[in-house]
C-alpha cells in the first residue's frame, strides 16, 4: 500500500514521456516557482495595479499565444479537456456534426479513445474515409447544413506507410472556408520546437506551424513534447478562443495556480531560449532529447561503473524513445548499465529496483539484460542510482 504513495521513481527505461511515470517533468526552477506559489497567496485573480478583479491566467495565456505567434491561447485541464471545449463551443445545437478521418479515430492510451473523447461532448462523429485513405472529396461529399467543424486528429503515436492518402492541413482549410466551417487539429504531443534540430529525430508538427496552415484552432498537450505539467492548451483565432473561455465547460476544466504557474514558467523558459537567453538545461526535456552518448553518457556511466566496482555490470548501447504518444519513430542512440541475466534473474532484478524502499526504478530488459537507461536518469541522481546498486547487488 505505501508503495502506491506518489514520490520520486528513478526512469531508467529511456522513454523521455513515460506516461506512467508523470510524463515531461519540470524545470527545477520551474518547481520552484509552483512550491513558491502554491505554498502562499497570490494574485492568480487580482489585477495588481488597479486593485480589480484580474483574468486567471492572463500572463500564462500572454506568453504562449507570443510563443505560439497565435492571436490568443488559453490554458484547460489536459489536451482532451481541450477537445471537449473546442467540440462544445463549434459543433452544438443544429450544427453538432463534426467530420473527421476514419484514419484519425486515434487511442491516446490508458483505453482512452478520441472518438468517445468526442461523443462524450455531445458533438455527433461523421467519420469518412478508410483507414488508409481518406480524400477531400470525402469530407466534402459529408457536409450538411448540421456540420460544425472539421476536425483532424494528429496521429502522434502511431504512423500508417503504405498505401495511403489524406489532404493536406491547406486543402482541409480551403474546404472550410468554402463552407463557412471551422477547421480544427488536435496536435496531442505539441513540439514547440523543431524537434529534427535538436536531435537526429523527425519533424514533428509545431502549433505555429498548423495554425499558419490556416487552421482555426489548435490543441496540443502540456505534458508531452512541451514539458510542462499537465494541461492542454487551444491556440488560435480570439474570437473562438474567447468563445470558449465562456462555456460552462471552460469553468469545470479550468487549471489551479501551479498548473497556470508552472505552465507560465515553462512558456517563459521557451520565450527566453528564443531570444538566446536561456539553454535546454533550462527544460529537462530539450536536454534529454539533445543527450549526446560520447559526451554526456559515457563519462557519467564509466563513474557509476567504477563506483560500483562489481564485474557484474557493463555499459551497453541501447534506444531511447520520445514515447507517450508522441512520434513514434522518434529514436535516438543512448547507453545504459546492464546486468546480464537468465529471463527469471532478470525479472527478479526488475522486481527488486522496482520495489527498493527509498528509490525505486524502472528499467527496461533487452536482449538478456537488464537495462537502466541513462538517458532518462538525472545527472544528479547518478549518486542515488550507485548507492541503489550496490545495496542490491
Ligand atoms: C495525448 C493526446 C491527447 C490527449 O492529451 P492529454 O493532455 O493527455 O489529455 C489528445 N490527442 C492526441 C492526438 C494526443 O496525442
New binding site residues.
Partial sequence: MAASRIRPVLNGTGVLIHTNLGRSPLAPHIADTVRTIGSHYNNLEIDLVGGARGKRGHYAETCLAALIDAPAATITN????A?ILMLRHLAKDEKNEVIISRGEL?E??GGFR?PEIMEASGAKLVEVGATNKTALEDYELAITPQTGMLLK??R??FTIEGFTAEPSTEELVALGKKHNIPVVE????GAMIATEEIANIPHEPTATEVLKRGVDLVCV????LFGGP???IIAGRADLVAGIKKEPFFRAFRCDKMILAAMQETAIAYLRRYENEANDAELPLLRMLATDVETDLRPRGEAILAALGNAKFSLEPCTARCG???MPKAEFPSLAIALKGNGAELDAFAASLRNHPSSPLVGKIHDGCFLIDLCTIFPEQDDALTVLLKDLF
Fill in positions: 489536459n489536451c482532451a479537456a477537445l486515434v491516446i492510451g478520441v486528429v494528429h502522434s503515436n488536435d496536435l496531442g504531443s498537450s502540456g505534458d508531452k499537465q494541461a492542454g507517450g504518444g508522441t
